[in-house]
């Protein structure tokens, strides 16, 4: 069986993205926090609420699995640390690294309205689901 190997340039734009977001969130850089509760709900779920992140999770990290060509992007939300500052929601809030959260991150599949709302709120000009 003869196999072909897949093109550098296939579908590495995703993952471009997803890496671009990783240092905004990692370095804050003035970007605002990004909690479960501002990410629009998956269309296709039956239940929103069931498996999900509290409403305060805060956005850590995202990361692929699966094939490089067709990627799943998931999220990693932490609860904010108490009395942390920089990690509570609001509109002068400001990302943090993992270490303004508490807990072990609560990983959850992220769909394309929701990547294209982190994208904007961190000030990215990327295309999801192209």
């Known amino acids: 069986m003869h196999h072909h190997q897949i093109a550098p340039t296939t579908h590495t734009v995703e993952l471009a993205q997803l890496a671009a977001i990783n240092e905004r969130l990692a370095t804050g850089q003035g970007s605002p926090a990004i909690t479960w509760a501002d990410l629009p709900p998956d269309p296709a779920s039956t239940s929103p609420s069931a498996g999900s992140p509290a409403p305060e999770a805060v956005l850590v990290r995202l990361s692929a699995d699966g094939p490089p060509e067709f990627p799943y992007i998931q999220g990693h939300f932490a609860l904010p640390a108490a009395g942390g500052t920089g990690s509570q929601p609001g509109p ?10 508490t807990g072990s991150p609560q990983v959850v599949g992220l769909h394309t309205a929701a990547l294209q709302a982190v ?3 961190l000030g990215l000009r990327h295309r999801w689901g192209v």
């Open 119 to 121: 994208s904007h709120r």
């Open 92 to 101: 002068t809030a400001h990302a943090t690294s993992s270490a303004g959260v």
